[in-house]
C-alpha cells in the first residue's frame, strides 16, 4: 500500500501522463478540461442565447466521461489513498502563507481561508471567486485551451500558440503572486 500512498515520483508519473497522451493521440483526442465547460453549456441550451454554444456536444461526450473520470478519480484519491500526511511545501513558503493570513498552509491543498463556507459567503470572499472564476474562463476560452492542455498537449506537439500561452500562463502566476496576492490578502 506504501506504493500507492505516497506521491509517485517523476520517473513514473511523467511516462504514464505521456501514455495516457499518446492513447489521446492514437484516438484522435486532443488533452484538455476547459472545453467541457462550452460543452455543458450547450447541453443546457446556451445555443438559444449565443450562436458561440451552437455545437454538436455529442461529439465530445467523450470527454465528459474524461472530466466525470477525474472528478471521481480525485475524490478516491484524496478519501482512500491518502497517507494523511501534509503537503510537502517550502518552509519559506509556509511562513509566507502564514503572514498572508494562510494559517493551514503545508496542511491543506485548499485553504480554508478562501474556500470554507463562511469566507465564501463574505463580500470580499464571494468577490475574489467570482473574478477569479470569470478570469479563468474567460483566459481559457481566449487562449483556446487551459493550462493542462496547453502546457501537455500544444508543447508535445510543437505548438507555437501553446509555448506562447504557457508562456503567458507563467507570466500571469508571477504577476499573481508577487504582486496583486499580497494586496489581496496582505
Known amino acids: 500500500m506504501d506504493l500507492l500512498l505516497n506521491p509517485w515520483p517523476w ?3 511523467g511516462p504514464l501522463i ?3 497522451l499518446f492513447l489521446f493521440f492514437y484516438f484522435g483526442k486532443n488533452f484538455g478540461v476547459s472545453t467541457n465547460l462550452e460543452t455543458m453549456c450547450t447541453i443546457a441550451g446556451a445555443g438559444k442565447v449565443s ?3 451552437k455545437k ?3 461529439e465530445r461526450d467523450w470527454s465528459l466521461v474524461f472530466l466525470v473520470g477525474l472528478v471521481i478519480g480525485g475524490f478516491l484519491t484524496s478519501q482512500f489513498l491518502s497517507n494523511g500526511t501534509s503537503i510537502d511545501l517550502n518552509p519559506k513558503t509556509i511562513e509566507d502563507l502564514s503572514n498572508l493570513g494562510f494559517h493551514n498552509a503545508g496542511n491543506s491543498y485548499v485553504p480554508n481561508e478562501l474556500f470554507s463556507i463562511e469566507n465564501m ?3 470580499k470572499g464571494f468577490s475574489i471567486l467570482l473574478v477569479a472564476g470569470i478570469l479563468i474562463g474567460f483566459g481559457t476560452r481566449y487562449a483556446g485551451g487551459c493550462t493542462s492542455g496547453h502546457a501537455i498537449t500544444g508543447l508535445s506537439s510543437l505548438q507555437l ?3 506562447i500561452a504557457v508562456i503567458g500562463f507563467f507570466i500571469g502566476g508571477i504577476v499573481m503572486i508577487w504582486l496583486l496576492f499580497p494586496l489581496i490578502f496582505g
Open 11 to 13: 520517473y513514473i508519473s
Open 18 to 20: 505521456a501514455i495516457v
Open 51 to 53: 450562436d458561440y454554444f
Open 56 to 58: 454538436d456536444w455529442k
Open 121 to 123: 459567503l463574505t463580500l
Open 161 to 163: 500558440p501553446s509555448l
